[in-house]
């Protein structure tokens, strides 16, 4: 064995980091390919916000010649001000089943916080700072992954265990069926507390998309527990960002935000996506010069939508709003031919959240974990 870090400093380097998984995932008919394009934007902090609020070192592992690990560590300076932390990251981790390497692979990362000032980590975050693949599948290995939620060999389990991570936080996934789907009972409580409480529920208007992000962020200022310390609300302009990397994936009728009648203020959100791993599972990472035609395709036939963030302020929680959101959203996709949903991820923490998903039907199948360690 001939195992030594390299730093990725240049193009060549860069398509070592990106392909890595390629390899590693070949025999793996569960994982969905990322478009390689995207991870390299992300990677060179195009698409993400993460990047622009501190430092961070990308690397990746080698055998001889052979590239056989792959990490960024980094620090958010701004998230560590605003919760008065010394927090370390890292991301986008992928490795062989060695805990030689995988042990090299946190060395590194944790060598160079420490020079940096950190005195804890935690991970794998987004690479985005966002819901983006976040955290190592814990349960729940036996089917592909809905977009941006995480997939990872098992062993990767052992790999952070045996190196000394402890467990720091848990998210759930929740899959429904629209044939499952509690209509009757639904409809019955949701027209009553629209009525009652004097609120509607809109779909987001992408002529006014800068209005709609302005309403988006004053719910999450509501709506945000003083409890989430690892929760920064983001900026108008962070959401800015993460709104124009999602654009190429959403569908107007599946971002639904809860208004009062009588002012139009906004009192809830949910935010979802058509599953696209669906149609980037054909197409190996590749857009050109075929994989373009294959997404045209393909994403005619996509049947699952992922919903991954909701939010309700707290005078209107308790007052069915969550049901009400939850019901339009569903009623959208059905209508639209989209027959599965997942409701994801969602933290261990927010139990009023967990208690909506399971009550509207929803099925918890695969959990995430997010692990910590002082250094």
């Given at each position: 064995?001939?195992?030594?870090?390299?730093?990725?400093?240049?193009?060549?380097?860069?398509?070592?980091?990106?392909?890595?998984?390629?390899?590693?995932?070949?025999?793996?008919?569960?994982?969905?390919?990322?478009?390689?394009?995207?991870?390299?934007?992300?990677?060179?902090?195009?698409?993400?916000?993460?990047?622009?609020?501190?430092?961070?070192?990308?690397?990746?592992?080698?055998?001889?010649?052979?590239?056989?690990?792959?990490?960024?560590?980094?620090?958010?300076?701004?998230?560590?001000?605003?919760?008065?932390?010394?927090?370390?990251?890292?991301?986008?981790?992928?490795?062989?089943?060695?805990?030689?390497?995988?042990?090299?692979?946190?060395?590194?990362?944790?060598?160079?916080?420490?020079?940096?000032?950190?005195?804890?980590?935690?991970?794998?975050?987004?690479?985005?700072?966002?819901?983006?693949?976040?955290?190592?599948?814990?349960?729940?290995?036996?089917?592909?992954?809905?977009?941006?939620?995480?997939?990872?060999?098992?062993?990767?389990?052992?790999?952070?265990?045996?190196?000394?991570?402890?467990?720091?936080?848990?998210?759930?996934?929740?899959?429904?069926?629209?044939?499952?789907?509690?209509?009757?009972?639904?409809?019955?409580?949701?027209?009553?507390?629209?009525?009652?409480?004097?609120?509607?529920?809109?779909?987001?208007?992408?002529k006014n998309i800068d209005g709609e992000i302005e309403d988006i962020r004053a719910v999450l200022l509501k709506a945000v527990p003083d409890s989430w310390t690892h929760f920064v609300i983001p900026s108008v302009e962070d959401i800015k960002k993460e709104a124009n990397m999602?654009?190429?994936?959403?569908?107007?009728?599946?971002?639904?935000?809860?208004?009062?009648?009588?002012?139009?203020?906004?009192?809830?959100?949910?935010?979802?996506?058509?599953?696209?791993?669906?149609?980037?599972?054909?197409?190996?990472?590749?857009?050109?010069?075929?994989?373009?035609?294959?997404?045209?395709?393909?994403?005619?036939?996509?049947?699952?939508?992922?919903?991954?963030?909701?939010?309700?302020?707290?005078?209107?929680?308790?007052?069915?709003?969550?049901?009400?959101?939850?019901?339009?959203?569903?009623?959208?996709?059905?209508?639209?031919?989209?027959?599965?949903?997942?409701?994801?991820?969602?933290?261990?923490?927010?139990?009023?959240?967990?208690?909506?998903?399971?009550?509207?039907?929803?099925?918890?199948?695969?959990?995430?974990?997010?692990?910590?360690?002082?250094?």
């Amino acid at each position: 064995m001939n195992y030594h870090i390299v730093k990725v400093t240049n193009n060549r380097l860069l398509r070592a980091f990106i392909n890595f998984p390629y390899e590693l995932y070949k025999d793996d008919p569960n994982w969905v390919p990322l478009i390689k394009l995207y991870t390299k934007q992300t990677v060179k902090g195009k698409n993400n916000m993460l990047f622009s609020n501190g430092i961070h070192i990308i690397y990746i592992l080698k055998d001889g010649k052979q590239t056989i690990g792959r990490l960024i560590a980094g620090i958010d300076y701004k998230k560590n001000e605003e919760t008065d932390t010394k927090r370390g990251y890292i991301t986008l981790f992928e490795c062989i089943n060695d805990n030689k390497a995988s042990s090299m692979l946190f060395d590194y990362a944790i060598d160079w916080l420490r020079n940096n000032g950190m005195n804890w980590i935690e991970g794998p975050i987004s690479p985005s700072d966002g819901d983006d693949y976040r955290a190592l599948l814990y349960r729940g290995f036996d089917s592909p992954p809905v977009l941006f939620d995480s997939y990872n060999p098992k062993y990767y389990l052992d790999l952070f265990e045996t190196y000394g991570f402890e467990k720091y936080r848990d998210f759930y996934a929740f899959h429904f069926v629209a044939d499952r789907f509690p209509t009757d009972r639904f409809v019955k409580v949701v027209e009553y507390a629209k009525k009652k409480y004097n609120f509607r529920i809109d779909t987001i208007n992408i002529k006014n998309i800068d209005g709609e992000i302005e309403d988006i962020r004053a719910v999450l200022l509501k709506a945000v527990p003083d409890s989430w310390t690892h929760f920064v609300i983001p900026s108008v302009e962070d959401i800015k960002k993460e709104a124009n990397m999602l654009m190429k994936f959403l569908d107007p009728e599946l971002v639904c935000i809860a208004r009062k009648n009588d002012t139009n203020e906004p009192i809830g959100f949910v935010v979802g996506t058509p599953d696209y791993n669906q149609v980037f599972i054909k197409m190996n990472g590749r857009l050109f010069p075929f994989g373009i035609f294959k997404l045209f395709y393909y994403r005619k036939k996509i049947t699952r939508i992922r919903i991954f963030m909701q939010f309700v302020i707290p005078e209107f929680q308790g007052r069915a709003v969550n049901a009400a959101i939850f019901y339009s959203y569903m009623r959208n996709a059905k209508r639209k031919g989209l027959i599965e949903a997942e409701g994801s991820t969602v933290g261990e923490e927010n139990a009023q959240a967990l208690r909506v998903l399971e009550a509207a039907g929803g099925k918890r199948y695969k959990t995430y974990r997010m692990y910590k360690m002082d250094i």
